[in-house]
């Protein structure tokens, strides 16, 4: 249920920057420790959107894929089970995510807001 919390705060940053210009994409980079439903994102983002400059605008959404890095021996890895021990050198105390925590939106596509002919 946090989806329809990050569809509404994205909405806002989105109308914050579209400065009354009509959205085509709202592009977003989303970590996997997140714990966000991408379809369950893209349905609230729908409702919120409505009657906005972002309706019908697409959500695109990059997933990144969680990372650890241990800083003791600087070893990078995707965690494959709930562990948070290095592979590398089996440290567990100095391990911390490298990415994954993402929640960002990248950037806005914006259409040019029509121009009224000139008439001489």
């Not at 919390?5 to 592009?27: C, F, M």
């Not at 729908?46 to 019908?56: L, W």
Request: glycine share 4%.
């Amino acid at each position: 249920m946090h989806e329809l919390s990050i569809a509404t705060a994205t909405l806002n940053t989105a109308l914050a920057h579209a400065e009354e210009r009509p959205v085509e994409v709202v592009a977003m980079r989303v970590g996997a420790l997140r714990q966000v439903v991408p379809e369950s994102l893209e349905f609230y983002w729908q409702i919120v959107a409505r009657d906005t400059v972002c309706e019908g605008a697409r959500l695109e959404l990059t997933v990144v894929a969680a990372r650890l890095r241990c800083d003791r021996c600087g070893h990078e890895w995707e965690p494959l089970e709930p562990t948070f021990r290095c592979p590398g050198c089996g440290a567990a105390e100095r391990v911390v995510v490298a990415a994954g925590e993402e929640l960002t939106v990248d950037y806005l596509e914006l259409k040019e807001p029509r121009k009224e002919p000139i008439h001489a």
